[in-house]
């Protein structure tokens, strides 16, 4: 399956501050990527969709001018947590879809662990 | 109705045991429907995915897909300890196919 990378995997900072995660697809291009969040003991909740060159597609109730998204070419989206808080602790996942004949198939990063203090 | 349902578990079976794992799903999800592995701690990761109505194997894993019931199962043959973890299904909706998680089951294989 496709590789996606996420960096940093994990960052500790402090409330009030912003904070920038990556994702790569690696090996190839993604016009599409895919942000989710998780909180302990649940599942997975889609945040938006990043579409390359043009403006992310947010999930209702997902405040657009506090999780920007950049998605500036085919390999890269970046997630900006702005002004964090707190509640804003999570586990922030990307992915990508297969490029392939498996086109639907969405494949993770690693995630990023997010601890705001 | 949620969109995608799990039984949360936990579901626990003996090492080399059939591990049944079942999801259903609402209306709002298309045909396509994926099994994810998901490790305390780590991201997701693809098991299967099945579109058809059926059943699918590869190796120990068999999806099956039914439907006229709105159902999808995971079948994991010879159950081992690394096994144990959540199993996420998810679902698809919408053009763009985003995919939709159930609450996962988590999995407990005993040796």
């Known amino acids: 399956g496709a590789v996606v990378s996420q960096h940093p995997s994990w960052v500790i900072c402090k409330s009030g501050t912003s904070v920038k995660i990556e994702c790569r697809s690696l090996?190839?291009?993604?016009?599409?990527m895919f942000w989710y969040r998780q909180f302990p003991k649940q599942s997975l909740m889609l945040m938006a969709t990043s579409n390359e060159g043009s403006k992310a597609t947010y999930e209702q109730g997902v405040e657009k001018d506090k999780f920007l998204i950049n998605h500036a070419s085919l390999t890269l989206s970046t997630l900006t947590v702005t002004s964090a808080h707190p509640e804003d602790s999570s586990f922030y996942i990307c992915s990508a879809r297969d490029p392939g004949p498996s086109y639907n198939e969405q494949f993770f990063g690693p995630g990023t662990r997010l601890t705001v203090l | 109705q949620k969109e995608v349902e799990q039984n949360s578990g936990p579901l626990s079976v003996p090492e080399g045991a059939i591990a049944s794992l079942n999801c259903t799903y609402s209306?709002?999800?298309?045909?396509?429907f994926f099994w994810y592995r998901q490790y305390s701690g780590k991201s997701p990761e693809l098991i299967m995915s099945i579109y058809s109505n059926g059943d699918k194997e590869d190796g120990r894993f068999t999806a099956q897909l039914n439907k006229a019931s709105q159902y999808v199962s995971l079948l994991i043959r010879d159950s081992q300890p690394s096994d144990s973890a959540t199993y996420l299904c998810?679902?698809?909706?919408?053009?763009?196919?985003?995919?939709?998680f159930g609450g996962g089951t988590r999995l407990m294989v005993k040796p």
């Open positions: 209306d709002r999800v298309s045909q396509s």
């Open positions: 998810a679902g698809g909706r919408g053009a763009g196919n985003m995919l939709t």
């Open positions: 090996d190839f291009q993604a016009t599409t």
